[in-house]
């Protein structure tokens, strides 16, 4: 390798050492991403059930107060 | 506080004289692994880096045999609720078991040393005996407060056999690695020189930052 | 309505937040990723438009960018999580240990990503998958190794009250681990062999530039991912505590909560608290 000085590098080179600088790089690319995707899963999840707890919310609406302690004891609502 | 320790000391080393729980299975341990190292290798005698790390790898296994069984008494017997309750400084069951541990390693060594040096060392070991118990003693406090450290923590928990050493063993690398170094050029067959002083400065920092460390968390651990 | 009264299970965030929660770690979030990609973008086209190429490794060098900054910021955050964990211990708000837990947590991720990069790096400059003479890997590997113990010892642990403390103390003992292992294995390859992947002192002035782009491009992207997961846990906490509320708090559904290695946060005490001093 020469010891010149190259100011700008418009592309990847394709020889081997472009295939492991890209491996290394996709690594980062793979971490963040697969990161994203499982808080993506447990976003889902959160608004899932938030739509039941709203849901829950609006059926106790009717008869009394929503913090009508011992009213109805719901079986879904405790999931683990 | 000094008589406090004076005391647990006191009941711990009675303790271990009179059921012979840690010691003996220490020793005995080092021993048979030297044996094992001798099939395992296929050789009768090592010298200068091999012979370091025999040593050393043996010593910290045999170590950590100690350092599992150093609470179990306690959490299975209710020593931890007749400690608290004693209006002492709670430290002082650390620095007790800690010198407990260091206890058991020295006489560890005491036998596990010339079993080396009759089974697997080629170099004689006379003139580095000093040097040798040096670096062995620098060694031995880092482990002992690691050691007791990692035991506090393990033992009340579910897969205390298991954690115990899972921590220990990373925790305790520093101390392979100055100790190991140090004392290879002890058992050089060709020019054997005295340890390296970076060595022993680094088994020094690591006994004086881990045993600060030990001693300001161990009281979180004995709360409840 | 004063601050509550401190409730017996001894959630000790209460006293401090008399809202029920609001938005305890989502608030600067946006603003944190923006200036992550923000960073990291520069960060990437200095490595690939502006640095110049190494002498000695070429092109494969380029990796030095991504491999460095992943293995100081997670050693950072290692240290971190200790410092965290030593918070906990001083305050007894659980919301400190779970700061600490989340910085553990992802100082491991980012540690792995430093392992793997480094792998790659060895392999393409020397032919192998794993080399022993590159202290920060080995001593990354050892680093690795302890921090894989702490999810099973929370785990191991069922009390959280507990679990949370023997945690914290793990964390401020191996945090002070790291340095020191650091010291002691650099110490001990570098009396062997020379450095292989290189070391970060003498870069010139681009390389330099660049490199502290995208190590700030990564420490940002380490906070920006912490702060999200834990506006991520906080959240499924409220929900949580929602859900006990509309059931009723019935006893049967705080001890139906599975045994976890995760702290999680306990808002249900803050809001019946609140819902309690409330007219009505």
């Known amino acids: 390798m020469g010891a010149a000085l190259i100011a700008e590098l418009p592309a990847l080179p394709l020889h081997t050492a472009g295939k492991y600088v890209a491996a290394a790089y996709v690594v980062l690319f793979a971490l963040v991403l697969i ?15 938030l739509a039941e707890l709203l849901q829950d919310a609006e059926s106790h609406a009717d ?18 | 506080m000094r008589r406090t320790v004076a005391a647990l000391l006191r009941k711990e080393l009675l303790v271990e004289l009179r059921t012979l729980e840690s010691v003996p299975g ?3 341990f080092a021993v048979t692994t030297f044996v094992v190292f001798h099939f395992a290798l296929n050789r009768s005698s090592v010298e200068g880096d091999l012979a370091s790390g025999i040593l050393w790898v043996t010593l910290l296994f045999a170590a950590i045999l100690g350092v599992n069984r150093l609470f179990v008494a306690d959490a299975d017997q209710g020593g931890f609720d007749g400690f608290l309750l004693a209006p002492v400084d709670r430290s002082a069951m650390l620095v007790a078991k800690a010198l407990t541990l260091l206890a058991y390693l ?74 190991a170094r140090a004392t290879s050029p002890l058992f050089a067959l060709a020019h054997p020189a005295g340890p390296a002083a970076r060595w022993l400065l680094t088994l020094g920092l690591y006994d004086l930052v881990f045993g600060l460390i030990a001693y300001a968390v161990f009281d979180f651990l004995l709360e409840d | 309505m004063s601050s509550p009264s401190r409730p017996a299970s001894g959630a000790a965030e209460t006293s401090q937040r008399p809202r029920g929660g609001g938005a305890l770690y989502g608030s600067g979030l946006r603003t944190l990723s923006i200036a992550t990609v923000a960073v990291m973008t520069l960060g990437l086209a200095l490595v690939f438009f502006y640095a110049p190429l190494e002498a000695e490794q070429g092109f494969l060098q380029k990796i030095f960018y991504v491999h460095v900054p992943l293995a100081i910021v997670a050693l950072g955050g290692f240290v971190i999580g200790g410092l965290l964990a030593i918070q906990h211990l001083r305050t007894r708000d659980p919301r400190w240990d779970m700061r600490s837990y989340v910085a553990i947590h992802m100082s491991l991720i ?24 590159e202290p920060t890997l080995v001593s990354f590997l050892i680093v690795f190794l302890l921090y894989a113990t702490y999810q099973p010892l929370r785990f191991a642990i069922e009390d959280p009250e507990r679990q949370a403390r023997y945690a914290s103390v793990f964390a401020i003992t191996a945090g002070a681990f790291v340095p020191m292992n650091f010291i002691a294995v650099r110490l001990s390859t570098a009396y062997l062999h020379p450095r292989v992947l290189g070391g970060t002192s003498s870069l010139p002035g681009s390389m330099a530039l660049t490199f502290m782009v995208c190590l700030a491009g990564i420490a940002l992207l380490f906070a920006t991912l912490c702060k999200y997961e834990l506006t991520a846990k906080h959240t499924r906490a409220q929900v949580r ?20 290695a995760a702290p999680t946060l306990n808002p249900a005490a803050t809001m019946s608290a609140r819902a309690a001093g409330r007219p009505g």
Do not use: C
Not at chain 1, 63 to 79: M, N, Q, W, Y
Not at chain 2, 152 to 169: N, W
Not at chain 3, 123 to 129: E, F, L, P, V
């Open chain 3, 110 to 133: 980012f540690g792995v990503g430093a392992l793997i990069t480094g792998s790659i790096w060895a392999k393409g400059s020397w032919g192998h998958w794993w080399v022993w003479n």
């Open chain 1, 35 to 49: 990161y994203v995707s499982i808080m993506a899963v447990r976003m889902s999840r959160i608004e899932r059930e």
């Open chain 2, 26 to 28: 220490m020793s005995l």
């Open chain 1, 63 to 80: 008869p009394a107060g929503p913090a009508s302690a011992e009213d109805v004891r719901r079986p879904e609502s405790t999931p683990a």
């Open chain 2, 106 to 179: 020295v006489v560890l060594e005491l036998v596990a040393v010339p079993a080396f040096a009759l089974l697997l060392l080629g170099p004689p070991l006379g003139g580095a005996m000093p040097d040798l118990v040096g670096v062995l003693l620098l060694g031995d406090l880092g482990v002992a407060a690691v050691g007791t450290l990692v035991a506090a923590l393990a033992v009340r928990t579910r897969a205390r056999d298991l954690l115990g050493p899972l921590l220990a063993l990373p925790l305790l690398v520093p101390i392979v690695i100055g100790g």
């Open chain 3, 241 to 260: 505590a929602l859900r006990r509320r509309l059931a009723g708090e019935s006893a049967t559904t705080q001890a139906r909560r599975p045994r976890s």
